[in-house]
């Protein structure tokens, strides 16, 4: 597998300080909210090719940004057979009125250069058209030319951060399972991709069923579960070699769901044995296995809190699956869903403020989200079978599993932003489902 280039970030110039409240008296800046209903006019125009080597990766970058930020829901791209004025010149001034004219809100200029040593040296300035002022300022990425979509993520992310004042996703990966073949008899294997379905590259092969996925802090490895064994056994696998180890041979029972503490040096996970189903920490330096449950009951599917100080997880002690949180060592939960039908595969956010779950009740699946209290619960989605939510980087997106009904029905991947708008399936050449989103790259 290759593994892609490590970009350099260099300043242009010293990048402003996150523009505060958007009154329209003052700089541009949308407002997270419950969601944006109306998205903002930008007009993301066509980044300069500086020398005629980089023109293809001045018009592939120049549609990678914009897709990224259209696809948040949040921005609508101006057409650009509607411009007045024609960026011509990356250092040049900008016709405020000609861009206001059109009702463009933020304009997004760019220029790409192809160095002698087969670099991409890309540039960026933003605009805020209504106070006819830069809105921060100018940035540039610099990369290998297989990493020019990178690049592009990277320059989408800065734009974002400056109007929402908030962190980017767009430079981050996904990690899923690949499912082909008829319903009744599924080829599986690991995939991993640009968070937008891009560049797609495999990690293991079909040879035997592989399930949850989930990445390290660092994103440079994944735990999954895996039947090459016969039973599901947990499997650590680094992301740039492919190379794959069994976490810990435990010949006496199944081991799944698993998922790193914050610190990326212990594992939770599920360990089934005699029909008995408990939580266990294993320390990853020292193979130290310490059981965290002990209950006549399954519990399973944890996930930590960021600061690694809790856990949350469903469980059917109450007699059908709940979510309960305890402290990360162990010890009495807490029982914090309540409302009708059963509950599971808990995902803290990253943020910290909520924790995402599926839930199933009267014959319909979804995906929601409530504060890490169990208060303030509010379903994003309702279909035949929706499950497995995964957070984005900045705790504002989920991106989970849809499967259609009948016998031709198959899993896809969607993604939902925490309003419950922005409903979308992302383009996959196949069936595909457990989708685990990884931190931003270094």
């Known amino acids: 597998m290759k593994v892609l280039s490590t970009l350099v970030l260099g300043l242009v110039m010293a990048l402003a300080a996150p523009v505060m409240a958007q009154d329209r008296t ?42 990224d930020l259209v696809g948040t829901g949040l921005f609508r791209d101006v057409p650009k057979d509607a411009y007045i004025s024609q960026v011509s010149d990356f250092d040049g001034g900008v016709a405020y009125a000609d861009w206001k004219a059109i009702n463009v809100e ?16 890309v540039k960026f300035r933003l605009f805020d058209i209504f106070t006819g002022a830069p809105l ?14 990178r690049v592009a993520h990277k320059v989408a992310d800065q734009v974002y951060a400056r109007i929402t004042g908030e962190t980017g996703y767009f430079d981050s990966r996904v990690v899923y399972v690949e499912e082909t073949g008829p319903k009744n008899a599924r080829a599986m294997r690991l995939a991993i991709m640009d968070y937008d379905g891009a560049n797609i590259q495999y990690l293991t092969d079909t040879s035997s069923i592989v399930l949850a996925p989930r990445f390290s802090p660092t ?14 056994q947990i499997y650590e696998l680094a992301v740039g070699t492919v190379a794959k180890r069994p976490l810990q041979v435990d010949v006496a029972a199944m081991t799944f769901a698993p998922r790193y503490a914050p610190n990326g040096r212990t594992v939770l996970y599920s360990r089934s044995e005699g029909g008995n189903t408990d939580l266990y920490r294993l320390d990853l330096a020292s193979g ?64 910290g403020d909520y924790i995402a779950f599926t839930k199933q009740n009267a014959g319909r699946f979804h995906i929601g989200v409530m504060r890490t209290d169990g208060s303030n619960e509010r379903l994003l989605t309702a279909s035949f079978l929706d499950e497995g939510p995964t957070w984005a980087p900045n705790g504002r997106v989920l991106m989970f599993t849809r499967e259609s009904a009948g016998a031709e029905g198959e899993p896809a991947l969607f993604s939902v932003d925490i309003s419950g708008r922005n409903l979308k399936r992302l383009p996959m050449p196949t069936a595909a489902s457990d989708p685990a989103w990884s931190p931003l790259l270094p």
């Open 288 to 351: 130290q296995r310490t059981r965290l449950t002990d209950a006549p009951s399954i519990e399973t599917a944890p996930s930590f809190s960021p600061d690694g100080s809790q856990i949350v997880f469903e469980s059917d002690r109450s007699g059908n699956q709940q979510l309960y949180v305890m402290p990360a060592g162990g010890g009495e939960a807490k029982r914090i869903s309540f409302g009708q039908g059963r509950y599971g595969t808990p995902v803290w956010s990253p943020r």
């Open 26 to 67: 003052g700089p541009l800046r949308i407002e997270i909210t419950q969601g944006v209903i109306e998205p903002v006019p930008i007009a993301v125009a066509p980044f300069l090719a500086e020398n005629a080597a980089a023109t293809d990766f001045a018009r592939q970058i120049t549609a990678v940004v914009a897709s």
């Open 219 to 232: 994103g440079d490895r994944v735990l999954f579960t895996s039947y090459e064994s016969g039973f599901p």
């Open 136 to 149: 921060g300022e100018g940035l540039q990425f610099a990369g290998g030319t297989d990493s020019w979509r």
């Open 106 to 121: 933020a304009l997004v200029t760019g220029a790409v250069t192809l160095t002698s040593d087969n670099r991409l040296v």
